[in-house]
């Protein structure tokens, strides 16, 4: 038996490139209307396509049945940074972002739907290449699912399987994996569509509606405007913010809507869990900030919800530069950057579902010391928690805060004040994107060194995968027979 099977990874990495050279050619359009150059796209696609294509030529005697979990860990993980590699294509032969690490930084954190930038004028850019920076964000943020339709059904992984590499709580509603990822997209679509026509009613343009949309619908956070959504209308803002709100809803809640479970959309917990830190949290920050001059009662309260749902789904958008608020306002932010949003959504960080374990395993804990004798058992949606599950929870969160804190250190080593590189390795973990310091959501990385960008793009990969998905790949276990 095999350890891995080269053949097999090989051919699935081959798809991948043929589907990124396909994207890559859909942005040719937007510089043909916008009279902007063709050949960073023309160029980009034959480099990704012609591989690709020769690819799936060689590797046609590949018999994807023998594939295996292991090759699976390999695709996933190798895609993620062949996929980066290939985003960085149109930057640097546009000469839009002529540095390699640079560039790779960027498209890194679009794939990723991090959304933390380089770039210090995102508005001089080509029409076309911000168009691309927002696609990375739409594509990265179905990104894991749609990795699954593309090597199943090599890996045979199922419904259940495919989800863990998301989530480790996740729910089977339909017997197929692709039958699922067929419906979860057309939500993902719907959402996209929905929010392009209602932004553009107020003052963006069609193609600025687009761009956003991708990045909110994907909890990414690139903007084509240099202060985010800052210049924006209420409107505008108002809107975003709704549908941030919702894009950090889990799909498969908006599936069993569309199947007429309310329910059981009602009974999900994780939901409710999600709805009430938003709700409470934006309060409290609200009432923390509304001595600022300029907000006031109403204005104070639309920033903080702003804030508050940008960074628990860890979207990144901005309409102020926070860095300037109350230490106490500030430090809530830093504490919401290890949130995240509802599992089966397309945010990052730890998510509201292990949250809720951790605070129900506590809970236990206290009533187990008053009651010594009593089996607790943790329950979620109804369902109880297996020990495995429960300890398999509670060492990813762990393992992340490990993560973190090792992060950090090597942050602070490669020249970052510590405020700058300890919020900094916790959004690029997380996915969220803007920190704290002078990584705040009006500065952006630029300043960064190279070591630090190169870093920083490796958590923000593995945080996105969720951690375990790449360090599996590391551990001896994985290579024995």
Request: aromatic share 12%; charged share 10%.
């Amino acid at each position: 038996m095999k350890l891995i099977h080269p053949l097999i990874i090989a051919r699935i990495i081959s798809l991948i490139l043929i589907i990124g050279s396909t994207a890559l050619l859909s942005n040719v359009p937007v510089a043909i209307i916008y009279n902007e150059p063709l050949y960073p796209f023309i160029l980009s696609t034959l480099i990704a396509g012609i591989p690709g294509i020769a690819g799936r030529i060689l590797t046609r005697k590949a018999n994807i049945k023998k594939a295996s979990n292991r090759d699976g860990y390999i695709s996933v993980t190798s895609a993620w940074i062949v996929l980066s590699l290939l985003s960085t294509l149109p930057y640097i032969i546009g000469g839009a972002i002529p540095s390699f690490v640079d560039a790779f930084y960027e498209a890194a954190s679009g794939l990723t739907t991090t959304g933390a930038s380089i770039l210090s004028n995102i508005e001089i850019l080509p029409k076309s290449i911000l168009f691309w920076r927002s696609m990375t964000h739409w594509i990265g943020g179905f990104g894991i699912i749609l990795l699954v339709i593309i090597i199943l059904p090599s890996l045979r992984i199922t419904a259940q399987q495919l989800m863990n590499l998301e989530s480790s709580l996740k729910e089977k509603v339909l017997p197929k994996t692709k039958s699922i990822v067929l419906r979860l997209l057309f939500v993902y679509l719907a959402l996209t569509v929905a929010e392009t026509f209602l932004l553009s009613l107020g003052e963006m343009d069609m193609f600025d509606s687009i761009c956003h949309s991708f990045s909110t619908v994907a909890t990414g956070g690139f903007s084509t405007f240099n202060d985010s959504l800052a210049s924006c209308s209420e409107y505008t803002q108002n809107v975003i913010m709704v549908f941030m709100f919702l894009s950090g809803v889990s799909f498969i809640l908006y599936y069993l809507l569309v199947k007429g479970r309310f329910r059981k959309v009602m009974a999900n917990e994780e939901f409710w869990f999600y709805f009430g830190v938003v709700a409470v949290i934006g309060f409290l920050l609200g009432l923390a900030i509304i001595d600022e001059p300029g907000l006031g009662f109403r204005k104070a309260f639309e920033e903080s919800y702003f804030q508050v749902i940008s960074i628990v789904t860890t979207t990144g958008f901005a309409t102020v530069d926070y860095i300037h608020w109350p230490h106490s306002a500030i430090t809530v932010l830093f504490i919401l950057m290890f949130t995240g949003a509802c599992t089966g959504s397309t945010s990052g960080g730890i998510k509201m579902a292990r949250h809720l374990v951790i605070l129900k395993n506590i809970s236990n804990l206290f009533r187990q010391l008053n009651h010594s004798k009593s089996i607790q058992l943790i329950k979620v949606n109804g369902n109880v928690i297996s020990e495995k599950r429960n300890l398999s929870i509670l060492t990813f969160t762990l393992f992340y805060l490990l993560v973190f804190f090792i992060g950090s250190g090597v942050t602070i080593i490669t020249g970052i004040d510590p405020v700058t590189a300890v919020s900094s390795t916790i959004s690029s973990l997380g996915n969220v994107g803007p920190a704290m310091g002078t990584a705040g959501p009006m500065a952006g990385y630029s300043h960064f060194p190279d070591i630090t960008k190169l870093f920083h793009s490796f958590l923000m990969i593995i945080g996105r995968l969720e951690l375990m998905t790449v360090f599996v790949i590391f551990t001896k276990p994985f290579w024995k027979i």
